[in-house]
């Protein structure tokens, strides 16, 4: 079996303080063949710092998001396995390993799934338990880490999905399911991510409105009809229902059972639909 080259790609965007250092302990590690460090328009000395401790560093002119930085690192790589990790000090270096043990086990996504006592809040922990409970019911298969961005990927398989995913945070979300959509072999390793070192840019409200778009985003990217069946199902109970007591107790069907029923089978239509084009987004290309 042919020796897998690695390549590891860091998002950054004003990590100068723990670059150095997360790039250090990956060359201490003789794995890699090489690091690319994408600047996202910091306006610190992340270019200069990461330049110096040995990566390859390629700068957009002004920030466009983590995920639009995860593309640029992935157009980049020349590896047949590239690692995305957090410059920040989060994800150790010395887990990059166990990552590359499963790719050679033949799985095409390995990703490090974060223990009790690593979230960054309690609210976080919490809405990462939802997005990893909704998974696994869209999915049938257990996801223990739906967001975490310490992951190992063959480079080929997620290249196809670089046109699905977003330019914000929500990248691991999408490629996640991707994965699993198209029917690639996904798994998970425990780590322990460690507080970050400088200041977050996590920010409470936007993304609290970024917790409810992942919450369909999910739905979408794998399968609507899912998400919105059990919907249509409730509100045609519900129709039923208020159509039963007001049939025994006035003898006629009101415009709330109506409003009911039309509301269940437009969401039903709409599943239909949705899951349709989703489908034809998934569609083998054979000139890819």
Known sequence: MNKLM??????????????????????????AFEIIVINDGSLDDTKTVAEQ???????????????????????????????FMDADGQHDPQDIPRLIEKIEQGYDLVVGARQKGSQASVGRGVAN????????????????????????????????????????????????????????????IPIHAAKRIGKSHIHPIKDGIRFFLIIFKIATL???????????????????GWYSYTLYEFHRFTNMSALLYTGS??????????EQVTALMYKDDQSR
């Not at 390629?58 to 590239?82: F, L, Q």
């Open 265 to 274: 089978i437009m969401i039903f239509l709409m599943g239909l639909i949705s």
């Open 53 to 83: 401790a040995g990566a390859k560093v390629i700068s957009h002119p002004y920030s466009k998001g983590n995920g639009a930085a995860i593309k640029t690192g992935a157009r980049t790589a020349i590896g047949d396995v590239i690692v």
């Open 129 to 188: 338990a939802l997005y990893n409970n909704l998974a696994t019911y869209m999915t049938e298969h257990q996801v223990e880490d739906l967001t975490s961005g310490f992951r190992a990927v063959r480079a080929a398989k997620f290249r196809e999905f670089l046109y699905l995913l977003p330019n914000g945070f929500s990248y691991p979300t999408t490629s996640t399911m991707a994965f699993f959509r198209a029917g690639y072999s996904v798994t998970y």
């Open 6 to 31: 690695i390549s590891i790609v860091l998002p950054a965007k004003n990590e100068s303080v723990a670059i150095g250092k997360t790039i250090e302990k990956i060359k201490q590690l003789n794995l």
């Open 222 to 240: 794998f399968s609507p009809l899912k998400m919105f069946l059990p919907i249509a199902v409730i509100l045609f109970l519900m129709a039923t």
